[in-house]
Each structure stands twice: as C-alpha cells, then as structure tokens.
C-alpha cells in the first residue's frame, strides 16, 4: 500500500499549515547533505542542524499552543504518541539497513556499534557520544550514525517541553513568557561559549541538549510571538510594500545562511555559539517571511521540488550520513572526514534520494495514518488477502529478521577501537615495555645517557676526533684524513612526536634500538620547546634530536626557532614532515623545508614524499602508521639521521685535512 492510498493525516498539525516550512525544511536538510557528501563545499554547512531546530521548536510549541486553546488541555500521552510514530519507524530501519551493511564492508565502521546502536534507539546518541569522548570534528573515528545526535537532541527536547510548556503557561503575561524563554536560550548559548572557551574539543558543548538548546527556544519564542496575531490578518500586513519587504528580507535570511555555510568552523566562541546563533537569527527572519499572511515569500518556497525535498528531509537526514560512510570506507578504505570521492558523493547522493523515497511511501507514511497496531492488523489482512500479497508480506517479514539478525551480528562483532587507535595504542604498549617509568614530560622509552653527552666534535665524542698529537709525534708521512662517519646509534638519539611518532614507535625501537622517545596524542609544535628543555635541563638530550610535531596544526616559526636554540649547535635536529588528510599539512611542509634551509644542523626526514605513494600502510585514518607504516616511518628518519652523519663527519674531516696541509706547508694560513 503506497502512501496515496491511506488516510489522510488527522493531527493538528495537519489540519493547519504554514507556508514555507517544508521549502525552509528543504533549505535545511540540503545544506548539511552538501557539507557532508561533498567536502569542502559548504564547509560550514552543519548550520543546516540549527535551521532544522528552530523551525521544529516552532512548529511544535505552535501544534502545542493551538491543542491547548481548541481543547483547553495538552494530551502529553497523545503527543508523544505522534512523536514516537514520526520517529521511530524510520529510523530503526535506517539502522537495521545500515547496521547490516556495515557488517560486510567491515573494519573501523564497525568500532563501537553496540554504542551506537543503543543511543540511536533511544534518543540519546548525543549524550553516549559526549561520554565516550568521541569527536564530530574529528577524522579517526567514522561512526556510522553520527548525524543521529541532533536527534537526540530534538527528541529530550520533546520529552521535556511540553512538561515546562505546561508550567510556563501558568504565567498570564505572554511576554513574560516569550522573556522567560528568551532567557533561556541566552544562557544556552552563554554555557556553549564557556565550554568551548575551556579549550577543549567543542562536541561537548555541540551535542549538549543543555548547550545547544537555544534554537529550540528561540522557535518556541517565535510560536509564542505569532499567537499574537490574529487568524484573519489586518489589511496592512497584506499591502504591497509588505509584501516587497517579507520577500526582500527572506532572501536576504536565505542569502545569509547560504554565504555562513561557506564559512568554515573554529574550534572558538566564534563559531560555537556565533555562527550558530547567526543561523538561528537568519532562520528567525525568513520563517517570519514566510509564514506572513499573503506572502510571496512563502509560496515561494512551497515550490513543488522544494516540498518534495522537505516533505523527505527526516528520512534524508536520516540516510544520507551512513550511506557515505559506507560508501567512502568500501571505496577507500578511510573515513569520509579523511575525503569523499565526487564520484561517492554522487553515489549517495542517489542512494539517499531512493532510501528516503521508499522510507517516506512505505515505512513514515504508513504509521503515521494507520498507527502500529493499523499497521499490524494489515500486514495480518493482506496475508490472507491473496497470494501474492501473502509472498509479499512474508518477504517482508523475512527481510526484517534477516536485518535484525544481521543488526545483532554487528553488534557481537565490533571492535573495541579504531585500526588508528589499535596502532597508538601498539606504541604506547611498546614503550611502556622498553620504559616502564614515563618521563614528567610524556610517554618516552630508551636508556637515560650520561647526565652531559660530549658534543659532536669534541674528545671523546661519538665519530670526533681523538686528541691531536703533538708535532713530535706526527709521522713525517701521516695519510690524508678521509671522513669516518660511524653509524649513529639508538642511545644518540632523542625522539619528540605526537601520535604518529607513537604508531611508529615500535618501528622506531627495532630500528634504532635504545633511542629516547617522548610522543604523545594530540601534541603539537608549541610543545616542542618545553620538551626539549626539559629534556636539556635534565641532561637526557641527546646528540640527535628528531621533532615530527607537524599533525595537529601550523608550526609556528618562533617555536622551531626556540627549539634549535636550546638544542644547540653542536646537535643535529632532525624535523620529520607530515602527511595527513588535513588542510595545512601542506603549509606545514613547507614551513619545516624552508626553517631547514636556513638554519644549519637542521634537516628534514621526508615522511610525507615517503608515505605518500604507500597509503595502504597507513590506518583506516589515512594518518597514523600501520606496522608496515612504521618501518617507512622509521626508515626514513635513520637514513636522515646517517645522511646528517655523513655530512658532519665530512665537514669535520675537510678541517682535518686542511690541518694536515697545513703541517706538511702545502697551504699557508689566512691571513688574520
């Protein structure tokens, strides 16, 4: 039974409509489609979720306000009762699908599916997400229902406000009210503001229900605003220039969104909450527009394709994130956040579009007019209505155990963690059993050197020279110096890294046996510095200083500089180059290559030339090291750091060998 053959909808929503939404809906649903499948397009395009916020507070404080004036009461039970037909139904087979799906493309998709699965179904994805540390912003962790935190958060939204709607009520001043309310949605955004000003990953303050709520209550103000005016509109709201001016104003809105989607985020107030709260302001003004009696704005946007796209825009939302997921990680290997393929985009784009039409004519519809037990007694009748209805439906019984099976085998099956985080966690295992005692600064394995290491060059250094014999003791015909380099151990070389340093790390401790690592997660540049102070003060440097501290963000030229400083000029610093899915890796590069060039002692260990052509050997990341990974990484550096070997031992032996001219009076010293 297709959609246009049920009953038409009863609810009183309904029975009354506004114009605009659903092309508002639309508006909404594509931004976020666009931010998702089609990276870097529309970088700030999740300000599609706020869009969606305010005009679902809207719509359902306006559904609640309009039952309580026609009734005299607000059925919770009945309201619920709605919301959970909306829902449920096509969301759960979104997860069954997907869930199943992702048990054939296997590997990181699967990481924490239980997890997920738990806070999809119950509306809590959101806060199961925030208790897991897990991160919107982040590329290591491809969670297939990621999207459905926004979910979460809509539905403890309607849990809650129809309990505070009630109480608010009983305040007989509706501006009262709409201040009330108005208040509250300031000290949303000012909790957003605090959280992120903290410093720490902005999903927390992202996810939060208590701070994002503010586009929820700033719809709910708006409801409020509008039962001011009456049903039958005065004849000024219909002239002309209102007209002109709801149409110039909601294209202005609409403009608005559109050029903040270009935008990309900060991890500052700046974007969490501004960019938020401007969305939420367009999003105020161009649902005023349209709702306006009589204007063109709104029919504007109730243009068919329009109300065709926010008619489905729930089952959009709800299809298109796991699809691309799946999609990239068969394709690729790696997570949409590490790059989506225009050519997946398009893919999903198309799977969406068809998911969404099939869950909109047999699964929303249908439960929507008929209920779950109408939809029960009519899946019974057309068993016995005729055979092929009867096949039809058992077929469809069969596919949904089939789902449910494959649902509960994806769930049995999940990985605890991530490949990306199995290979940190490998390095962290390999140095806390070469190093069972961390260092004050960070994880670090390898033998402590004497408290003073000589330095290169000097008696009794590692490839320096031994004292000079006096001019008695020379032999009339003593060889000519050539270089010695010799090749440089583990326990002459201290290593500073972030993550990727620690998935190499037991590359690192096979290649060059006793070396001094200190790497830790999320560590960048403006480490450097301290580290190797520490590491100075303490008499742990040692004559080979390897830096890859390039991941995690741009280096800042005066931090190289302090670190080269403190290492000193009679040590060789080796920066390790980064390779990663992110935008300023390339900035990155360039700055190490040109800081290298012009300062002496100071080399560059090609990781990202290197890797480059063998991502394979990277994890499902495409940033940290697999084992095979880790032995490109850790090549590299030793082959830098014996090339930086050689050339010392060279530039010394050219000062030898001018001595030795210098003795036999083939040259004469310059001049003073």
């Known amino acids: 039974m297709t959609s246009s053959s049920l009953p038409p909808l009863s609810t009183p929503a309904a029975r009354t409509r506004y114009a605009g ?75 069954a699908v997907c869930a199943t799906a992702a048990l054939f493309v296997g590997g990181d998709v699967l990481v924490r599916m239980g997890a997920q699965v738990l806070g999809a179904l119950t509306f809590t994805y959101n806060w199961v997400s925030i208790g897991a540390g897990a991160s919107y912003f982040a590329a290591d962790t491809p969670e297939l229902f990621r999207n459905l935190w926004s979910l979460g958060i809509e539905e403890q939204f309607y849990v809650l406000w129809p309990l505070l709607l009630m109480l608010l009520l009983l305040l007989r001043s509706r501006w009262l009210r709409i201040g009330v309310v108005l208040a509250g949605a300031a000290a949303s955004a000012v909790w957003m503001a605090t959280l992120v000003s903290q410093g720490a990953d902005p999903t927390r303050a992202y996810f939060g229900t208590d701070s994002h709520a503010f586009g929820l209550l700033a719809g709910v103000a708006l409801a409020f605003a509008w039962t001011a005016i009456p049903a039958s509109a005065p004849g000024w709201m219909l002239r002309r220039a209102t007209h002109a001016a709801t149409v110039a104003l909601g294209s202005a809105a609409l403009v608005g969104l559109v050029v903040l989607a270009f935008v990309p985020a900060s991890d500052t107030a700046s974007t ?13 003004l161009a649902i005023v527009c349209a709702i306006w009696p009589g204007s063109p704005f709104g029919r504007a946007l109730d243009a068919a394709p329009l109300r065709y796209v926010g008619d489905r825009s729930y089952a959009i939302y709800l299809w298109h994130w796991p699809l691309v997921v799946l999609l990239t990680i068969w394709a690729t ?40 037990r109408g939809c029960l007694r009519l899946w019974g009748h057309r068993i016995v209505e005729s055979a092929g209805a009867r096949w039809a439906t058992l077929g469809s019984g069969a596919l949904a155990i089939t789902l449910l099976v494959g649902t509960t085998a994806a769930v049995a099956s999940a990985p605890v963690q991530t490949s990306a985080q199995d290979v940190v966690q490998a390095g962290l295992d390999a140095l806390a059993s070469a190093s069972p005692e961390p260092t004050e600064v960070g994880v670090s394995a390898g033998p402590t050197p004497p408290p003073s290491a000589p330095p290169a060059g000097s008696p009794g250094s590692h490839g320096g020279s031994s004292p000079a014999p006096t001019a008695t003791e020379r032999p009339n015909k003593a060889p000519a110096p050539s270089p010695e380099p010799t090749p440089v151990r583990g326990d002459e070389v201290s290593a500073i890294g972030d993550s990727v340093m620690l998935a190499a790390a037991p590359a690192l401790l096979e290649h060059l046996p006793g070396i001094q690592i200190d790497a830790a997660v999320s560590r960048s540049m403006w480490a450097g510095p301290g580290i190797v102070q520490h590491l100075a003060d303490t008499g742990q440097l040692r004559r080979y200083v390897v830096v890859a501290l390039g991941t995690n963000g741009p280096v800042d030229a005066g931090s190289l500089a302090e670190l080269r400083r403190i290492a000193g000029p009679d040590r060789q610093v080796i920066l390790v180059n980064s390779f990663a899915p992110r935008n300023w890796i390339e900035g990155v590069n360039r700055d190490l290559a040109d800081f290298a060039a012009d300062n002496r002692g100071t080399w560059i260990a090609d990781w990202s030339s290197a890797i480059a052509g063998q991502t394979q050997l990277l994890a499902g990341d495409n940033i940290h090291p697999s084992a095979g990974g880790g032995d490109v990484f850790a090549s590299v550096v030793q082959e830098q750091i014996d090339a930086a070997e050689l050339q010392r031992a060279t530039a010394e032996s050219r000062v030898r060998f001018r001595e030795h001219l210098l003795e036999r009076g083939l040259i004469f010293p310059l001049p003073s």
């Open 21 to 95: 939404l659903d092309g508002m809906r639309a508006v909404a649903v594509a931004l976020v489609v666009v931010y998702h499948l089609f990276p870097p397009a529309f970088s700030g395009g999740f300000i599609g979720v706020d869009v969606f916020f305010v005009i679902r507070g809207f719509l359902i404080t306006s559904l609640l306000l309009r039952e309580k004036a026609t009734t005299g009461r607000i059925s919770l039970g009945k309201f619920w009762q709605r919301r959970a037909r909306r829902l449920l139904p096509a969301v759960t087979v979104m997860i």
């Open 272 to 284: 969490f909450p501004g960019a938020l709260l401007l969305a939420t302001a367009f999003s105020l």
């Open 333 to 372: 290997g790696h997570s949409p956040d590490v790059g989506v393929p225009v050519w997946v985009g398009l893919f999903a784009l198309v799977l969406t579009m068809v998911a969404a039409e099939l869950s909109y004519r047999l699964v929303e519809m249908p439960v929507r007019r008929l209920g779950f």
